[in-house]
């Protein structure tokens, strides 16, 4: 009895949950006049399919998905391999002034973006990186604050005996790092990779900055490319976020156990 | 391997990327490149006529090169701004006309006074509307908008109400309103309302009535805030009374919760039978199917509060001669006869081209066009943004019923002064 009443809840939660996706699938086949028609109706009359071909038809969508998992998956590479070294070597090697160090670090995680932008901006233009993808790339491979804080608090929760008996047998701090501590810390990077794979994915405000090429659009950039100003074509718009988000559903799904196991384990080692 | 891998995406990531954007003078062989930057949604109509009219324009001229950068409207405004703080925007933009002289202040603008002389302004709508204080210009009119009555013609046939006529007073348009106000499931609420009073745009909304009562907003070179009046009060209990007593406007809650975009729907989705609004709110009627008119603005007291806003080409000061030039050359083909017939056809803005205007709107709209003529700018200044943002606030508050409407009126028109005040205190421009 208690067990079919939990799972009437989860379900009936799952389907609270599902409202806004459902939403957003009707809308998508919408016609304008049906997308702004009040009261809203669930079931499109006629279904729209051609919302989808006109998506591709208005823009070159399939550059914006393959930008985007460039960016997102050398941001990954990089932010993973990166904060895992400095997390690393704030958390088991003797630096002077590290406490100092992590502090700066996290201290960074207080500005918002917006006061940075300019900046940025202005380094990226020295550097000749405006309207190419570096900018929201390189930076991944700098080590990020949230990065190096995980694995940081990852790394000071494995036992230092395993990093002692390593050493008995020859290992040098490289291999100790490598062949010891990165696979223990396996949960809390796969967390990492997906944390940095969704910001990446849906960063609107530096694309949006730094890109002026329709060709170099990410899909959200691109998405919201198609938002008309007095005619919002919503319609399009949801058609598109619709189609920019199976690529995410399917990293979910496919991490899910890791992201899960990571969590946990970040959770109660840290 | 793995480590084989990585260095391969670390070599991937120093080659990602294509060229840095480049901007560029005159080379030696005269020929110029001219970044030009407007906002339009990808694939639009408007996207795609511009494209067709800048590949008019350089095969008219083919020692210039034209680089686009295209972007929605809030992306365009929002990159614009680092692109400007950074030396990095477009040689010539389309601009939102009330942000102009916020550019221009900022020194990020030609004066474009001296080659504006050399067109015939009589040619031209707009262009006094671009004016300073100080009698400079930044910017040459693009297209125009401004707000006039649109009343939906089935609402008014079923209602057996006459349509709107060009000797509407505000009492005219009160009462048709509560006529089309119509219950048909009986729960209280009303349908279909007669007017739509409040909306965020406050283009459609408070400022014309405002004027239309007799009050004002800005004078001074719009740089003195006068909206404390008696006048402004009467017009903001005309609205509180159309969306509270007399009940044939949704209310300022159910208005401001729909969200901007919505609200401006509301008009074609039926839900008004008469709206506010400026030329471009055609689009969505039309997009939707409604039967539609315009006529002037009713008459208030002072007349009919006509305003405009006119979105102008501005010129970057950092291009260098030949580029300016180049961006002059495409402002002027721009307002020609040919290009501003074939953006007309969008249905998106006034033609600035007064000939083009006078044949390419259908009779039955000019009512856009006398509005145009007898327009005031909105009160454009260098902080407009600011001000505005901060004396709708307290507008709003009265509209909602929050606060007194005195209350409202004098703390806003304290807040928007010190906004005011606070940017041109020590400015010698």
């Not at chain 1, 009895?1 to 609270?16: I, P």
């Not at chain 2, 009919?304 to 102008?312: E, L, M």
Request: glycine fraction near 8%; include cysteine; aromatic fraction near 10%.
């Amino acid at each position: 009895m208690r067990k079919t009443l939990s799972y009437v809840l989860v379900t009936a939660g799952a389907l609270v949950m599902l409202v806004p996706f459902v939403a957003a699938l009707s809308n998508s086949l919408k016609s304008f006049a049906q997308y702004i028609q009040v009261p809203p109706t669930w079931i499109p009359d006629p279904i729209q399919w051609d919302n989808y071909v006109e998506v591709w038809r208005r823009t070159p969508f399939g550059l914006y998905l393959v930008n985007s998992l460039v960016i997102a998956v050398l941001a990954v590479a990089g932010n993973v391999l990166t904060s895992a070294v400095v997390g690393h070597a704030l958390a088991r090697m003797r630096l002077p002034g590290r406490q100092a160090l992590l502090t700066m670090a996290l201290g960074t995680m207080m500005l918002p973006t917006v006061i940075t932008i300019v900046p940025n901006f202005l380094l990226f233009r020295s550097l000749g990186w405006l309207d190419t993808l570096l900018p929201l790339i390189v930076p991944y491979w700098l080590a990020t604050p949230i990065g190096i804080f995980l694995m940081r608090q990852t790394f000071l929760g494995i036992p230092k005996d395993f990093e002692e008996a390593a050493s008995l047998d020859g290992a040098n701090p490289w291999q100790v790092f490598w062949r010891i501590h990165v696979p223990l810390a396996k949960p809390a990077l796969a967390t990492l990779a997906v944390f940095t794979f969704t910001t990446s994915w849906k960063a609107v405000l530096e694309p949006t900055i730094y890109l002026t090429s329709p060709e170099n659009y990410t899909l959200p950039v691109g998405v919201l490319s198609l938002k008309g100003q007095f005619v919002g074509n919503d319609q399009l718009v949801t058609a598109a976020a619709m189609m920019s988000l199976l690529p995410m559903l399917v990293v979910f799904v496919l991490a899910q156990r890791y992201f899960v196991r990571g969590t946990m384990s970040a959770g109660l080692k840290g | 391997m793995r480590v084989r891998m990585l260095a391969a995406a670390a070599v991937a990531v120093l080659t990602v990327g294509g060229t840095a954007a480049c901007g560029g003078s005159a080379d030696d062989s005269g020929a110029v490149t001219l970044k030009l930057g407007f906002y339009a949604a990808a694939g639009d109509p408007a996207d795609t006529t511009m494209r067709e009219l800048v590949k008019e324009f350089t095969a008219a001229n083919p020692s210039i090169k034209v680089e686009l950068e295209v972007a929605p409207y809030v992306k365009f405004f929002e990159r614009l701004r680092t692109q400007i703080a950074g030396g990095q925007a477009p040689q010539v933009w389309l601009s939102d006309g009330v942000l102009v002289q916020e550019f221009a202040a900022r020194g990020a603008l030609a004066d474009l006074t001296d080659r504006v002389k050399t067109v015939n302004a009589d040619d031209y709508s707009g262009i006094e509307l671009n004016r300073d204080a100080k009698g400079r210009i930044y910017g040459f009119p693009q297209g125009a908008q401004t707000p006039v009555l649109f009343y939906n013609k089935k609402l008014f046939a079923d209602a057996k109400v006459a349509e709107p006529t060009a000797d509407w007073t505000y009492d005219d348009l009160a009462a048709a309103a509560k006529k089309l106000t119509t219950d048909t499931n009986g729960d209280g609420k009303p349908d279909t309302y007669g007017f739509r009073a409040y909306s965020p745009g406050f283009t459609e909304s408070w400022w014309p009535i405002i004027k239309a009562f007799g009050g004002d907003i800005v004078t001074d070179g719009n740089r003195k805030v006068v909206v404390d009046s008696q006048q402004s009060k009467a017009a903001l209990d005309w609205m509180l009374g159309a969306m509270g007593k007399d009940g044939f406007a949704p209310d300022y809650a159910t208005t401001e919760g729909l969200g901007k975009g919505v609200v401006h729907t509301l008009f074609a989705t039926g839900r008004v039978a008469m709206s506010y609004g400026i030329y471009a709110r055609s689009l969505p009627a039309t997009t939707a199917g409604v039967d539609f008119g315009v006529a002037p603005m009713p008459k208030g007291p002072a007349g009919r509060g006509n305003v405009a806003i006119v979105n102008s080409w501005v010129v970057n000061k950092t291009a260098s001669a030949a580029q300016a030039d180049a961006a002059w050359k495409w402002i002027t083909f721009f307002s020609g006869e040919g290009p501003q017939r074939k953006w007309a056809e969008l249905g998106e803005a006034i033609p600035i081209n007064k000939k083009v205007a006078s044949t390419a709107l259908p009779a039955d709209r000019h009512a856009f066009l006398d509005s145009l003529d007898a327009a005031t700018d909105l009160g454009v200044n260098a902080v407009w943004s600011e001000y505005t943002e901060a004396l709708s606030k307290r507008i709003n508050e009265a509209l909602s019923g929050a606060t007194p409407v005195d209350t409202a009126l004098t703390a806003g028109q304290k807040d928007a002064q010190e906004v005011i005040d606070r940017f041109y205190a020590g400015q010698t421009q």
